[in-house]
């Protein structure tokens, strides 16, 4: 069984790329109305530049029934054209039991992601079901790059040597597979937890939301994040990337020309002695 | 402005219930396949008895798009027969930015639910959003009722004179809206954490899953979650309801069977000296 990790650690080296692309359509930004063959375009100009694409299920919901037939047919076409590229469902579910059942049966069975975001408030039992379906697996919010994130994540924990909360998840993630088959996420803003997070969890890959519009730093996030094989990381850009350019004729090249700028932004930031 | 805290107050004093059904179809489970049909024979069938129903996400999500359309739908009959009973929309969404505006487009204006679960480790960024739409409003995930919850939400959080991670939960959503809009998620199976938080947010509506199926003790729910109006919660079964009879013919009546005994077994249970 080849994992989801195992995927994208296969894709970062071919394609020497660590970028993920954020299919998040918005009808008041997209330079066309047809939410399909907006990513279709976005996709079709850019597989080649990227480790994965990760479709925000908001932006597809907030269309009803026709953005999940859109959100459907988009993972269908990556699979298509881009088959080795990892596909992540960020819709941030955390439920239990037979209800964390049915959000599993729609995020592997109906849209067939790879690998999807998840809230683990609830433990393991939340996570559980996303690892009954072979080598795909989940990431775990963990540290969040907004400043409401210290409401909540930055306090320390009794009794447990100064863990804070958001340690505390990624140590419960190391605990809850022993198959590589579930990662972190981390915003791009706080690159120096970034670096204690890596530096205690070396084998999690790490997805980080939050360069570009968001504010995030992008050499000092790649520096914090990635693995000592210089790899281990999705730099996430969505609006950055797929707004480039508000024009019908040219968004799609805009959206290409972004998304190498941001891959060698990434990779000049590599660490000399990584192997990439 | 009414909220929906104030129409689930009128509709459990002029119902004399506290029950929420939640509306969960399962294809493996319902005595019929059409999931529209099977929602509306349950809600035809019980909707003088109840306070609430809830529409757990996942179940139609694991249907495609069709189940959206399905959900839409079963909205729009409650709102047909039943305009005074709340529905909550339980998806536990939790994310920031145009994502979290995204979602609550979703909720609002798709679906049109009067209040949605959510999760709040992203802190008042992720639910700011839902408290744009006058007085609908969200109710946070806090302690819930599984084995896997005390894996994060039972930890003391330092310098904070003994908190919990789910009493700061609570505490932060008080914090929250002045408008009170805003309830908090308990599970039914830990009643004496759900008298404490009580005591420490009279004013806060709790939303109870995990009577019936999954084992929560009506009575001792009850008692501890009721306000000192002796209302303020919704006391939410599903499968206890909708499958109380595998039979095509008689499934309704069923589920008004169990409904009328959840609604008796409630009320039996509050304090003498409430007002209901």
């Given amino acids: 069984m080849s994992t989801w990790v195992e995927k994208l650690d ?3 080296t071919a ?6 692309v954020g299919l998040d359509p918005d009808p008041s930004k997209m330079a066309i109305t047809d939410t399909l063959e907006f990513n279709r375009r976005i996709i ?3 597989h080649d530049l990227v480790c994965a694409y990760k479709p925000q299920l908001a932006f597809y919901e907030a269309m009803g029934a026709d953005g999940f037939e859109a959100l459907r047919a988009t993972v269908a076409h990556i699979r298509s054209v881009a088959p080795d590229v990892v596909i992540v469902g960020d819709g941030k579910r955390g439920d239990i039991g037979s209800t964390a059942d049915a959000y599993a049966r ?11 975001t998840l809230h683990a408030y609830l433990g393991r039992d939340s996570v559980a079901p996303f690892l009954k379906y072979g080598g795909r697996g989940a990431i775990i919010v963990c540290r969040t790059s907004n400043p409401g994130a210290a409401e909540l994540q930055d306090y ?12 505390r998840v990624a140590d419960a993630t190391e605990e809850w597979d022993n198959e590589g088959r579930l990662g ?9 937890e970034m670096s204690v997070l890596r530096a205690e969890h070396p084998g999690l890959p790490i997805l980080i939301p939050g360069v570009g519009a968001q504010g995030g730093d992008v050499e000092a996030a ?3 994040g990635v693995n000592s094989d210089g790899r281990g990381v999705m730099i996430s850009s969505s609006r950055g990337i797929i707004y480039a350019s508000g024009s019908a004729d040219e968004f799609d090249s805009a959206a290409r020309d972004a998304t190498s700028a941001l891959r060698d932004e990434i990779n000049r930031a590599l660490p000399a002695t990584s192997t990439q």
């Avoid at 394609?15 to 993920?20: I, R, T």
């Avoid at 729609?106 to 992601?113: E, H, K, T």
């Avoid at 972190?184 to 120096?192: D, H, K, L, N």
């Fill in 106 to 116: 729609a995020m592997f069975d109906y849209f067939d992601f790879d690998t999807v």
């Fill in 184 to 192: 972190i996420v981390v915003g791009a803003t706080y690159p120096e």
């Fill in 44 to 46: 079709d100009a850019t």
């Fill in 156 to 167: 320390v924990l009794e009794g447990t040597d100064g863990r804070t909360v958001y340690q």
């Fill in 15 to 20: 394609a020497e790329s660590m970028v993920c």
């Fill in 222 to 224: 790649t520096r914090a």
């Fill in 10 to 12: 296969a894709r970062a």
